[in-house]
């Protein structure tokens, strides 16, 4: 069965983005970029919500063509772009990125029957708020926690507002050069 993976970089005082969305202290190198690279290629659907959505479908479709574009960009958006991609939205009326489709429903009906899809992972990438939402129903399977080293003092949490503890297995640590630990955690089955 597929997983819902989330792939998040945090703060070591654990927030996603500052006070007004800054995520200027994100430390990234040839390594990370990488490693994250491994994970996105383990997965063919990415879930969003709809903020984190019109953000990436304002620059990755276009990104590989863009002058001076580096490999990564050019890696990643012909990833994205030809990956599903699923928005979780109640606003939202449509999209138009070409493989995207707007949900309007319960997440957890809609990624239930992802789940049982033949398939690869399906994978959030930010989307702190819809994230947040799939934990409160414990509905994501795996965490690759990129922790970067520095404390930001404000912003977005990342487990902000959990009802109840969220029981996860570290799998595997990994440190970079540039200082960045990832983490990956799995959750512990009940």
């Not at 990370?32 to 990755?60: K, P, S």
């Not at 409160?136 to 503890?165: C, H, R, S």
Request: negative net charge; glycine residues 8%.
């Amino acid at each position: 069965m597929r997983n819902v993976v989330l792939l998040m970089h945090v703060s070591l005082d654990g927030f996603v983005a500052g006070p007004n969305g800054e995520m200027d202290w994100i430390r990234f190198d040839e390594e990370v970029v990488d490693y994250v690279e491994q994970i996105t290629n383990a997965a063919d659907v990415n879930l969003f919500g709809r903020a984190t959505y019109q953000m990436m479908a304002y620059y990755w479709p276009t990104a590989a063509e863009q002058p001076g574009a580096t490999q990564h960009d050019i890696d990643h958006a012909n990833w994205v772009n030809n990956v599903e991609k699923v928005v979780f939205s109640s606003t939202l009326d449509g999209v138009d990125w070409n493989n995207a489709r707007v949900v309007k429903g319960d997440p957890a009906t809609e990624i239930a029957r992802l789940k049982g899809l033949p398939g690869k992972n399906m994978i959030i990438i930010g989307s702190p708020s819809f994230a947040a939402s799939l934990m409160q129903q414990n509905l994501i399977d795996e965490y690759w926690l990129n922790v970067n080293p520095v404390a930001i003092g404000n912003g977005q949490a990342l487990f902000k507002d959990l009802k109840a503890p969220l029981n996860l297995e570290l799998v595997s640590a990994k440190t970079f050069g540039c200082g960045v630990i990832g983490l990956h955690y799995q959750k512990v089955q009940s």
